[in-house]
């Protein structure tokens, strides 16, 4: 396909989901599928270029005055992907299979177009609604913290300790040319530019091999920052596809106990693959029967308590950029009470001295801090510790400087880590 066929099969596909409010992988498969003749190099060029547009909708939009599939996927060229505007007039030929020539006004916006005078949300492209919650955590730094949260993120990978170090995978993976990430110990990151495909790592044998997992950096750090010891006894009570688990597992060196749980069986049941791939052997899958709760015997006993909690997932915008348009005030109260139950589930489980760590890839405080603050309230002997000293007492002092504090964890951000934006907090139990 040629470049401007490409760019016309984005539209398509953008008007798909926009109009049928389909997810963007599940119409971007659709059109691969009757459209066989499209090569891999053109699936994946037509899903950056969606992707990106979903990222940098809602300023692509004011760019171009209107909020249309083709003028999205034009402001986006312009924006994102930095095309002069002469150019873009020249892929947008209306020559078969390109699309149709622009417009007097598109190419006046184009050419001088600018979103000076764009409203945050717009310039930054989030939802208008989330503004004040955003503004609460992001403060004066918000425009660049949302900039960067609308940037395509790139792959990384932990290396799974239990089976090679961070420098010999590295040299297994030197066709991908991957780099030390800068904060975690055993993340390897792997770049892709624009409308490239990302590698296709679960082919590659280190993959097969269970040597290396995929999982952004900022989940390898929540998963070190709570510091597991050999002997403890941990449970995950959010285990879901057991990202985390294996974080954990491995940081314990098979060591210890870990009782993976879930509320929903199918989220856990990809679990038991990944156990035996990463030769895992310190979890026990817990999964819920109908109404018994899986973990009750553990009442009081955990050494500590993983809450890689149900959340909107604010902090993931760079990798599902079309779940922030999705976020609706409704779905966020669904979050905060799935929060505040997991959370007393976890208060229940903890033993006298022993540790909550509370997780979320989110951004908003009412689901961060205001998940905490709820917790400390109902429930009296429980405190919440420092992030300074969780950072000292895992070994990341050094990260105190690119972190953002908050009352009670600490957050991760693109702009700051160049992570996903992940928050975690640590609570003890005190009495
Ligand atoms: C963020 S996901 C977990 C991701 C996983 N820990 C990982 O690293 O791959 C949150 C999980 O919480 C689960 N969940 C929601 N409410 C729960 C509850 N009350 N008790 C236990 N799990 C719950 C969801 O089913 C979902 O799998």
Redesign the pocket.
Known sequence: MTPAARISAAIEVLAEIETRRRPAADALKDWGMSHRFAGSGDRAAIAGLVYDALRRKASASWLMGSEGARAVVLGTLRLERGIAAAEIGRLFSGERFAPAPLSDEERGRLETGSLERAPPHVAGDFPEWLTSSLAAVFGEELASEMGALARRAPLDLRVNTLKGSRELVGAELAHLSPVPTPHSPLGLRIAHGPGERAPSIQSDPVFLKGQVEIQDEG?QLAALLAAPRPRDQVV??????????LALAAAMDNHGQIYA????QR?LAPIHARLERAGVRNVQVRTPRGKADAVQDLAGRADLVLV????TGTGTWRRNPDSKWRVRPGSLEVRLK?QA??LD?AAALVRPGGRIVYVT?SVLPEENDGAVAGLLERRPGLAAISAAETLTAAGFGQMADALRFTRYGLQMSPLRTGTDGFYVAVIQRTA
């Open positions: 989940s995950d009570l959010c285990a879901g596809g057991g990202g985390k688990t749980t879930d509320a929903d989220r890689d909690a149900p959340c799935e139950a997991v589930r890839c």
